[in-house]
């Protein structure tokens, strides 16, 4: 399969709003497959479509620890359709704001609706580190980013930083 490149902050991309999956067919499972080659080899547990440049309600997580067997799961327009009142706090990091991690606090169970890569509708009743996971995935289909959930001191200098570096890597214009 196919590593592709991830979408880094600032890129606007990552404030799209992603389209729904209209069709389950061979090119959107070769894609799921790429998208999972791509998260492991990140390494992560969770990525969206849009973090790879494409704006489609498409995730994919695997949290199986290091020394298990991989775990894959595939989700088709995934969305949330119930939350806990409860609430917990996991400290998240996101592949595209490399090396920068926050305490986030979100509901601490969800329930999720989606498709298989079958076509077939599921839902999924989803608590700790799982539950975490769909909202910060399914956050990312809305153009919304774990920093977002921060103080806004914080994520401006989050920001701040990821602009300053996407400045310095960009090519030197050439003056004529």
């Known amino acids: 399969m196919t590593v592709k490149p991830l979408i880094i902050l600032p890129d606007p991309v990552l404030r ?14 070769k894609f799921a497959a790429d998208m999972l080659d791509t998260m492991y080899d990140a390494p992560g547990i969770g990525l969206a479509a849009i973090q790879v440049g494409e704006p489609l309600r498409l995730l994919v997580i695997d949290l199986a620890k290091e020394g298990e067997p991989r775990a894959p799961q ?8 119930a ?5 917990s ?8 704001i490399p090396d920068y991690y926050a305490e986030v606090e979100r509901p ?3 329930t999720v609706t989606y498709s298989d890569l079958e076509g077939a509708r599921r839902e999924m009743k989803a608590e700790g580190l ?3 996971c769909l909202q910060h995935e ?3 289909l809305n153009g919304v980013l774990f920093i977002d959930h921060i103080s806004k001191l914080k994520r ?4 701040k930083k990821f602009r300053k570096l996407a400045r310095d890597k960009a090519p030197a214009r050439m003056l004529g």
């Open 130 to 132: 799982m539950a975490t």
């Open 138 to 140: 399914i956050d990312h």
């Open 156 to 159: 401006d200098m989050v920001v």
């Open 74 to 81: 595939v989700f088709v327009n995934p969305e949330i359709v």
């Open 16 to 29: 799209q709003v992603s389209k729904p999956v209209e069709r389950i067919d061979a090119p959107l499972r």
């Open 89 to 96: 706090v996991y400290e998240e990091g996101c592949l595209s």
């Open 83 to 87: 939350r806990s009142d409860d609430r």
């Open 108 to 110: 601490a169970a969800v």
